[in-house]
């Protein structure tokens, strides 16, 4: 049989089921990684199984979220998550030494690996020819565990590229053509797989950049073959052991195709308010800029801030513009320092931020009431950067550092001024590994320190005969995890369930937690109903444990996204999907809703059957789809994959 890619990776690592698409899988986890926004829950999961070490190959817990460290509950976080890591056998990144997803491909990364983050942009691994999957903390701790991590086997999508890109088209423009063509949604269960002779003239970074916002388009995944650019990569970082060549067999067969031709491409943005929202920077061109930002886990590598300074090179910021940079990691940060890339961008009037996600999560450089931001990061969702009335776009760096010259949104292939900057050649990255911890080998006796903000991870309840309550709220389409948990200043509390649970959906109805917590009190639950694409964005757990402590017991939307689904089956919440827009339409908050036998038709739709959920208000009843595999409809009887598992693992 003929393989493609996706197929050779995940064949190599089936642990249960087939490799059809649409079925449910199991596979083995090689590598995890864990952020700090995220890993305090993670381990304290991971404790809570009762193992004495990690048992995947590797496991590096990296913190580049919290990092503005206001008050004390960061640094505690970050105290704690060193001690769990040497206690447990986990790699420990300290902060400053860079973005997980940028650091993890440079030292790191492996060809052929499977990789499992809690961070929904851990495809950026599939730049080395990596199944690398954004998923949550949960699965994440039990994947470090050695349990296989479940998914359902993806259709592959075949991306060829063709020709070569033109100077100052990049590949920021090919993502964001993928995405005109994809969009946000409908891309659930799928893989994008990259292959043609264009593929040879990109970069791993430049693969990266296309592979990290593979995830807006809500794909398991993205990859890339191991080729030569792969192996002069690894070893310009003394890494060359870690290449093994990986590639499609002649006549594969894929699921669908896309071809695009690098040479036609032009410079695109993503507009207000979604990565999908694409249009060509010609027909934005002249619009007023107020702050431009470059950095995040999609656009910090050497080559793309090397190219910034280059255009920088003895001229102005605009007086108008703020203009700040993030380099990816402290490797890039050193480089600017040798090469002059720092001065560059120093003189020219930039604001030279931490190597940590910062800007991209809203955890600081928020814009002004109503500014237009530029920023080569990968999500502009409303909200989302700290300023409600914010417009921000999404441009490639030299797209950034144009605009932060002109003031305005600046078109490079209209202009003459700045010529185009070669990528550098780079034969050796300066190694240094200095703010990498490794753990001991035994770790038995080292004391884990846990400050006043760790707290305990909420107990899931078995599900009840019967699922009585009411709607709490109603939202529309494409809600995202920023929405239903926000990040920014109220990252600090995710360490504590019960004060982070106030803020649930406190951009949209902040009376949300009052509502669910006084219908838990009364042993009522409290349902969700949402539109298109509920749950999309972030990886974050904290979205559906947040709400499960509150006692959300199921989310009704017209269809829910990828991870998101997975995590409110992780934590005993039904993942239900309304039948069509009428009956959406026709809840309304405030309803009382009943599922009857809820265990019992739980495990009915394993066979197709829907989900009979009756609203007590009107007498009607709406018969819901539950898209789960075995192994949900078991979490979810029993309260959730923790209350699953747990008996199971090896002591």
Same mark, same amino acid.
């Given at each position: 049989?003929?393989?493609?890619?996706?197929?050779?990776?995940?064949?190599?690592?089936?642990?249960?089921?087939?490799?059809?698409?649409?079925?449910?899988?199991?596979?083995?986890?090689?590598?995890?990684?864990?952020? #700090?926004?995220?890993?305090? /829950? =993670?381990?304290?999961? +991971?404790?809570?199984?009762?193992?004495?070490? *990690? &048992?995947? $190959? @590797?496991?590096?817990?990296?913190?580049?979220?919290?990092?503005?460290?206001?008050?004390?509950?960061?640094?505690?976080?970050?105290?704690?998550?060193?001690?769990?890591?040497?206690?447990?056998?986990?790699?420990?990144?300290?902060?400053?030494?860079?973005?997980?997803?940028?650091?993890?491909?440079?030292?790191?990364?492996?060809?052929?690996?499977?990789?499992?983050?809690?961070?929904?942009?851990?495809?950026?691994?599939?730049?080395?020819?990596?199944?690398?999957?954004?998923?949550?903390?949960? #699965?994440?701790?039990?994947? /470090? =565990?050695?349990?296989? +991590?479940?998914?359902?086997?993806?259709?592959? *999508? &075949?991306? $060829? @590229?063709?020709?070569?890109?033109?100077?100052?088209?990049?590949?920021?423009?090919?993502?964001?053509?993928?995405?005109?063509?994809?969009?946000?949604?409908?891309?659930?269960?799928?893989?994008?797989?990259?292959?043609?002779?264009?593929?040879?003239?990109?970069?791993?970074?430049?693969?990266?950049?296309?592979?990290?916002?593979?995830?807006?388009?809500?794909?398991?995944?993205?990859?890339?073959?191991?080729?030569?650019?792969?192996?002069?990569?690894?070893?310009?970082?003394?890494?060359?052991?870690?290449?093994?060549?990986?590639? =499609?067999?002649?006549?594969?067969?894929?699921?669908?195709?896309?071809?695009?031709?690098?040479?036609?491409?032009?410079?695109?943005?993503?507009?207000?308010?979604?990565?999908?929202?694409?249009?060509?920077?010609?027909?934005?061109?002249?619009?007023?800029?107020?702050?431009?930002?470059?950095?995040?886990?999609?656009?910090?590598?050497?080559?793309?801030?090397?190219?910034?300074?280059?255009?920088?090179?003895?001229?102005?910021?605009?007086?108008?513009?703020?203009?700040?940079?993030?380099?990816?990691?402290?490797?890039?940060?050193?480089?600017?320092?040798?090469?002059?890339?720092?001065?560059?961008?120093?003189?020219?009037?930039?604001?030279?931020?931490?190597?940590?996600?910062?800007?991209?999560?809203?955890?600081?450089?928020?814009?002004?009431?109503?500014?237009?931001?530029?920023?080569?990061?990968?999500?502009?969702?409303?909200?989302?950067?700290?300023?409600?009335?914010?417009?921000?776009?999404?441009?490639?760096?030299?797209?950034?550092?144009?605009?932060?010259?002109?003031?305005?949104?600046?078109?490079?292939?209209?202009?003459?001024?700045?010529?185009?900057?070669?990528?550098?050649?780079?034969?050796?990255?300066?190694?240094?590994?200095?703010?990498?911890?490794?753990?001991?080998?035994?770790?038995?006796?080292?004391?884990?320190?846990?400050?006043?903000?760790?707290?305990?991870?909420?107990?899931?309840?078995?599900?009840?005969?019967?699922?009585?309550?009411?709607?709490?709220?109603?939202?529309?389409?494409?809600?995202?995890?920023?929405?239903?948990?926000?990040?920014?200043?109220?990252?600090?509390?995710?360490?504590?369930?019960?004060?982070?649970?106030?803020?649930?959906?406190?951009?949209?109805?902040?009376?949300?937690?009052?509502?669910?917590?006084?219908?838990?009190?009364?042993?009522?639950?409290?349902?969700?109903?949402?539109?298109?694409?509920?749950?999309?964005?972030?990886?974050?757990?904290?979205?559906?444990?947040?709400?499960?402590?509150?006692?959300?017991?199921?989310?009704?939307?017209?269809?829910?996204?990828?991870?998101?689904?997975?995590?409110?089956?992780?934590?005993?919440?039904?993942?239900?999907?309304?039948?069509?827009?009428?009956?959406?339409?026709?809840?309304?908050?405030?309803?009382?809703?009943?599922?009857?036998?809820?265990?019992?038709?739980?495990?009915?739709?394993?066979?197709?059957?829907?989900?009979?959920?009756?609203?007590?208000?009107?007498?009607?009843?709406?018969?819901?789809?539950?898209?789960?595999?075995?192994?949900?409809?078991?979490?979810?009887?029993?309260?959730?994959?923790?209350?699953?598992?747990?008996?199971?693992?090896?002591?």
């Amino acid at each position: 049989m003929k393989l493609n890619i996706t197929q050779k990776v995940l064949s190599s690592h089936l642990v249960e089921g087939q490799l059809e698409p649409g079925r449910g899988i199991s596979i083995r986890i090689d590598q995890t990684l864990t952020q #700090d926004a995220t890993g305090t /829950m =993670a381990y304290l999961q +991971f404790e809570s199984i009762g193992l004495d070490r *990690v &048992r995947n $190959e @590797l496991a590096v817990s990296y913190v580049d979220h919290n990092t503005i460290q206001v008050g004390y509950e960061n640094a505690d976080d970050h105290r704690y998550l060193q001690s769990v890591a040497a206690a447990k056998g986990v790699v420990f990144s300290k902060a400053g030494n860079g973005i997980c997803h940028q650091v993890h491909l440079e030292r790191f990364g492996e060809c052929g690996k499977t990789l499992l983050g809690s961070d929904s942009h851990t495809p950026t691994g599939g730049a080395l020819g990596m199944a690398a999957i954004g998923a949550g903390g949960l #699965d994440v701790a039990l994947a /470090m =565990a050695g349990v296989p +991590f479940p998914l359902v086997c993806p259709r592959v *999508v &075949r991306i $060829e @590229l063709k020709g070569a890109l033109r100077p100052f088209v990049t590949a920021k423009d090919v993502i964001l053509r993928v995405l005109e063509r994809f969009g946000v949604k409908g891309n659930v269960n799928t893989v994008f797989e990259y292959a043609g002779e264009g593929v040879g003239t990109l970069t791993v970074p430049e693969r990266a950049t296309i592979c990290n916002m593979g995830a807006e388009c809500g794909v398991t995944f993205s990859i890339f073959p191991a080729d030569d650019v792969t192996r002069s990569f690894l070893a310009a970082q003394g890494r060359s052991e870690r290449f093994h060549p990986l590639e =499609a067999d002649e006549g594969a067969e894929y699921d669908d195709h896309f071809t695009i031709d690098l040479s036609s491409l032009v410079p695109m943005a993503a507009c207000p308010h979604s990565p999908g929202n694409v249009k060509p920077v010609s027909q934005l061109a002249g619009l007023k800029v107020d702050q431009v930002l470059v950095g995040s886990c999609t656009n910090s590598s050497y080559a793309d801030i090397y190219k910034v300074g280059r255009l920088l090179e003895g001229r102005k910021v605009a007086p108008s513009v703020s203009f700040g940079v993030a380099p990816g990691s402290r490797q890039v940060l050193l480089m600017m320092g040798q090469d002059g890339t720092l001065e560059r961008l120093v003189r020219a009037g930039a604001r030279i931020l931490e190597t940590a996600c910062g800007f991209c999560i809203g955890n600081h450089q928020s814009p002004g009431s109503n500014a237009v931001s530029l920023r080569t990061n990968n999500r502009n969702f409303e909200g989302r950067s700290g300023t409600a009335s914010a417009q921000v776009y999404l441009v490639s760096p030299e797209v950034a550092a144009l605009s932060a010259l002109t003031g305005v949104i600046t078109d490079p292939l209209a202009q003459d001024e700045v010529k185009a900057v070669e990528p550098p050649k780079v034969d050796h990255f300066p190694v240094d590994d200095g703010m990498l911890i490794f753990p001991p080998e035994d770790g038995s006796d080292v004391e884990i320190l846990r400050g006043p903000n760790i707290g305990q991870g909420p107990q899931c309840e078995p599900m009840a005969k019967s699922v009585r309550g009411e709607v709490a709220i109603k939202v529309g389409d494409k809600i995202t995890t920023d929405h239903i948990m926000p990040a920014g200043a109220r990252l600090k509390y995710r360490s504590n369930i019960p004060v982070y649970s106030n803020y649930v959906f406190e951009n949209v109805d902040s009376d949300f937690p009052r509502r669910a917590s006084a219908l838990r009190d009364e042993g009522r639950a409290a349902f969700i109903v949402a539109g298109q694409s509920y749950g999309q964005g972030s990886s974050r757990e904290h979205a559906a444990i947040c709400p499960m402590y509150l006692g959300v017991k199921a989310v009704m939307a017209l269809s829910i996204e990828r991870i998101h689904q997975a995590n409110l089956c992780n934590f005993g919440i039904l993942p239900l999907v309304i039948a069509s827009q009428e009956d959406y339409e026709e809840l309304q908050m405030g309803q009382d809703l009943e599922i009857d036998d809820a265990p019992g038709q739980v495990m009915a739709a394993l066979e197709g059957k829907s989900v009979a959920v009756r609203c007590l208000t009107t007498g009607k009843v709406y018969e819901m789809k539950l898209e789960i595999t075995p192994l949900q409809a078991e979490m979810l009887v029993a309260g959730g994959r923790l209350n699953q598992v747990r008996s199971h693992i090896d002591e």
